[in-house]
């Protein structure tokens, strides 16, 4: 039941926008007539035709819309008696007559969906027909719009007056001579002024420029200054710190050597003490101890020879380490040199660049100066006078006058 409510509401809003889409095409075509007839009628008679066409195209509407409904709500009580027969009925026939509704059904929502496509196109076409109606009403303005201006210039054309031309004396062309000189006199003054403020400010760029240049280079400088003060404070540091380390490490070698001469001078004297004890009881062996007493000594010599050739070789490879690392730092010390002068090699030309700038300026200057005086000795010619005091009498006669 809710469904065909929705589905009779769905077709009262078509029907009715349907409705308003053909009066408003009625109102248009009879505004289109109105404009493009003009037969002389009055305002009066058109407008009460035009209202009462309107009211019959209404009520003719209306019926149409009544009787419209009314076929739809027997449509839709006629189905459902048939949906609510067919539930009583289903038991009997079974099957058949649910397809048989489902057919039904089915041919009802095509019709819906083809009513619903062509009220979509017919909306579609309307609004097309929109469309071009307000284009031909804007071009018809339009047209209008332009006869009506035209019309007004050919009666102000027909309305001046008569041209009277006056003559003109000697003394108010030599006036106007002198108003055109003065103001070519202003000009030219404008125009150098103009040319001196450029120059002045471009000199300005260029001095703003040159300082920020040469306050980056001393800061650059500063910068070079400290890091290498900063460098060499940390050479010095890493120099004593190696250095200290090197004074422990061998501190802790001679501990270690002492430790052990002790030890085995330790060792040394107890094996004496038992091979005199050994001796005092077998005098037989004293020849076997001789042996081992020379071979502990070549040990011990062997040794000996051994760490000093060690000891050597550590101090070499320390002083070669101390001497690389001094050549690395002086390396870096030069090519921080090297860039401090060529900075102040980039300063100089600066400098020198900035001094012939000026000279330049200065020669440019005393150059245009000399120029502006001979162009100001110079009379100007009458060719140049007289078409700019032609135009100044034609710019100052009113439009209705002919030109001079």
Not at 96 to 117: A, P, S
Not at 192 to 210: A, F, I, M
Not at 292 to 299: I, Y
């Amino acid at each position: 039941m809710e469904k065909e409510q929705r589905r009779s509401s769905q077709q009262q809003t078509i029907l009715q926008r349907q409705q308003l889409r053909e009066l408003e095409r009625l109102e248009r075509s009879s505004y289109q007539e109105g404009n493009s007839s003009h037969s002389g009628q009055s305002s009066s008679s058109s407008s009460s035709s035009s209202a009462t066409q309107t009211m019959d195209l209404e009520q003719m509407l209306n019926d149409d819309l009544a009787t419209r409904i009314e076929k739809q709500k027997g449509r839709h009580q006629a189905y459902s008696e048939n949906s609510t027969s067919s539930s009583s009925t289903t038991r009997e026939y079974g099957p058949k007559l649910q397809q048989q509704q489902k057919k039904y059904q089915e041919q009802q929502q095509q019709t819906i969906g083809m009513d619903l496509e062509q009220l979509m196109n017919e909306e579609l076409a309307s609004r097309i027909e929109q469309q071009e109606n307000k284009k031909i009403k804007n071009e018809w303005q339009q047209k209008s719009h332009r006869h009506h201006k035209t019309e007004q210039r050919k009666q102000a054309i027909q309305n001046r007056p008569p041209v009277v031309v006056n003559h003109i004396r000697m003394d108010q062309l030599e006036q106007a001579q002198q108003r055109i000189l003065e103001r070519q006199r202003e000009n030219e003054h404008q125009r150098l002024l103009t040319r001196e403020r450029g120059r002045e400010n471009e000199v300005g760029r260029h001095q703003d420029q040159q300082r920020s240049m040469t306050s980056q280079e001393e800061l650059l400088c500063q910068d070079f200054a400290t890091r290498l003060e900063q460098l060499d404070e940390q050479n010095d540091e890493i120099l004593q710190r190696e250095r200290l380390a090197i004074e422990q490490l061998r501190m802790n070698h001679l501990r270690q050597e002492n430790m052990r001469q002790r030890v085995f001078s330790e060792r040394q004297r107890r094996e004496e003490r038992e091979e005199s004890r050994t001796v005092i009881q077998d005098p037989g062996r004293m020849n076997v101890l001789q042996q081992q007493q020379q071979r502990l000594l070549q040990l011990q010599g062997q040794r000996e020879i051994q760490r000093q050739e060690r000891i050597k070789n550590q101090q070499l490879t320390r002083q070669e380490q101390s001497a690389q690392e001094a050549r690395e730092r002086m390396d870096r010390l030069q090519q921080q040199r090297e860039r401090m002068l060529q900075l102040q090699q980039r300063r100089t030309e600066l400098q020198r660049l900035s001094e012939l700038q000026q000279q330049l300026d200065q020669q440019l200057e005393d150059q245009e100066q000399s120029n502006v005086i001979i162009s100001s000795s110079h009379n100007i010619s009458s060719e140049e006078v007289l078409p700019a005091y032609h135009d100044c009498i034609n710019d100052s006669l009113p439009p209705s006058y002919s030109r001079y």
